[in-house]
């Protein structure tokens, strides 16, 4: 094939990188919701500063089209290409190598910052809860991932039933903060307090869209929370019982769960009485803010450990797909090969976690000693996740593009699932991926983080070209590919 070449390989390199099959419908439900959760619990309410509740509300909903589309292509991709690589696969076999490459690193971006960014945020609520000093901050991240990438290490199953556990108790704490927030909460004077131009409307009962639709459209970054790492799911393919049914109500099962939880919690916790959506849009900690309205100061730090239980889910489950995202790319030759020997006893690819957390970790460290703890937190809990989210809309491009191209170009694949959707739903991921990019890039806290992605390309972009691409294997990512490539 031009522009890259093979290397040969004999089947003790695939029997030093197995997987284990364990995961059904129910597992990889809760590896979606998980991955997403945390969401749910803080990040997507500054949209309220920025469109107010109706503006919000409108970008909720042009987000969830975008999700639908998106998990709905990739519910037809998944069990037509059940591979580990997930979008690096779907683009492969679309686009050819230097596509998979490309779109594999978009989600690599996202896969290696966001835990790290999470475990910045569980760091922050650990301080507070437990006292220690802030400079000793780092500590907790270090012990962060040195418990969940060990979770993760010993055994598919041990990983899985954490995940489960964790996703079923952080939706627990939401549903306890609807029911509690239902009767004590006023629509009118909370949740539409913001009046044009964003000031406070102490009486509530303001406008609907108070910064119009241009407001609702610059909330469209923040709504993004309420979704992102769905997407995650197909990279559990090759550790799915039956990936070709399963995937596709796994899928569909968490977006539909999350759905229901997006609109629920952006209902109910600017409406709760001593909230309102002016508040809720500055601040860290939204769901707590509902929570001591509603019970009270006293119980402070119980409510700071619910807020930890829902990062923890994202933060676990997302380690997982950094791992296999990993994993998948180094298999393959795209990445050096040595990151996708997987444990002897467990099955696991724990030299590509491992790396991942690595990078990650390091990542912080530098930013947190070089910067200082005030500019190095900000940066790490703003520009860097900032970068995951601009990783995220660029993989989601990709794949709506490989969706289209394998219906145009593959249309003899075997699809155990069909999208109802079909192209205009893929299209509409398209669209509205873009259009949310340009709304990051009009605001200029995340414009910040188009630099830092910029090299992260730049680097591993070098690496593929100078060395990766002359030295590929013919993974099941990449045979799949040639083989249909060929018909």
């Known amino acids: 094939m031009a522009g890259v070449k093979y290397a040969t390989r004999d089947q003790s390199y695939f029997e030093k990188r197995g997987l284990a099959r364990y995961a059904n419908v129910t597992h990889l439900w809760a590896l979606g919701v998980g991955a997403v959760i945390s969401g749910h619990f803080s990040g997507w309410n500054f949209g309220l500063a920025s469109g107010g509740w109706g503006g919000m509300l409108i970008a909720t909903i042009i987000i969830g089209i975008m999700y639908l589309g ?4 990739i519910a037809e991709m998944s069990p037509a290409l059940p591979h580990t690589g997930a979008a690096y696969s779907f683009a492969r076999t679309s686009m050819g190598p230097w596509g998979g490459f490309l779109t594999g690193l978009a989600e690599n971006v996202e896969y290696v910052l966001t835990p790290a960014v999470i475990v910045f945020f569980i760091g922050s609520y650990l301080t507070g809860i437990f006292e220690t000093p802030p400079e000793w901050q780092p500590l907790w991240w270090i012990a962060g991932y040195v418990v969940f990438l060990a979770l993760n290490i010993f055994g598919v199953a041990l990983s899985f039933r954490v995940t489960l556990v964790v996703t079923i108790l952080a939706l627990a704490c939401l549903v306890v903060f609807w029911i509690a927030a239902i009767p004590n909460m006023n629509f009118n004077l909370w949740a539409l307090n913001i009046g044009e131009g964003g000031v406070l409307l102490p009486e509530g009962n303001g406008p609907f869209l108070p910064n119009g639709i241009g407001g609702a459209l610059a909330a469209l970054p923040f709504a993004v929370w309420l979704f992102l790492a769905i997407e995650q799911l197909p990279l559990a393919a090759e550790e799915s019982m039956d990936p070709k049914k399963d995937m596709p109500r796994g899928i569909i099962a968490g977006i539909c769960t999350l759905l229901i939880s997006a609109f629920m919690i952006l209902w109910l916790n600017p409406s709760v009485n001593g909230v309102g959506s002016f508040a809720l849009g500055k601040s860290a900690e939204p769901l707590l803010d509902g929570f001591r309205a509603i ?31 990993i994993f998948s790319l180094s298999r393959a030759g795209y990445f050096p090969t040595f990151l996708s020997v997987t444990h002897g006893t467990h099955k696991t690819p724990y030299v590509a976690m491992i790396g991942g957390a690595l990078l990650g970790l390091a990542v912080m460290l530098v930013l947190w000693f070089y910067l200082g703890s005030a500019a190095g937190g900000a940066i790490i809990g703003g520009t860097l996740l900032n970068m995951a989210v601009f990783g995220a809309m660029l993989s989601y491009i990709a794949q709506g593009i490989s969706f289209i191209l394998l219906r145009r170009n593959q249309p003899n694949i075997e699809r155990p699932y069909i999208s109802p959707f079909g192209v205009i739903g893929a299209g509409l991921t398209i669209v509205i991926a873009v259009v949310t990019l340009f709304y990051q890039l009009s605001d200029p806290i995340y414009r910040q983080g188009i630099l830092g992605v910029a090299i992260w390309f730049a680097v591993f972009t070098a690496y593929f070209a100078l060395v990766g691409r002359n030295k590929l294997i013919l993974s099941p990512e990449e045979e799949f590919a040639m083989e249909h490539q060929a018909k």
């Open 295 to 325: 019970f009270g100061n006293d119980i402070a730090k119980v409510l700071a450990l619910v807020a930890v239980i829902g990062l923890i889910a994202s933060f676990h489950t997302i380690i997982y797909a950094q791992g296999r995202q």
């Open 70 to 73: 998106l998990t709905f292509s």
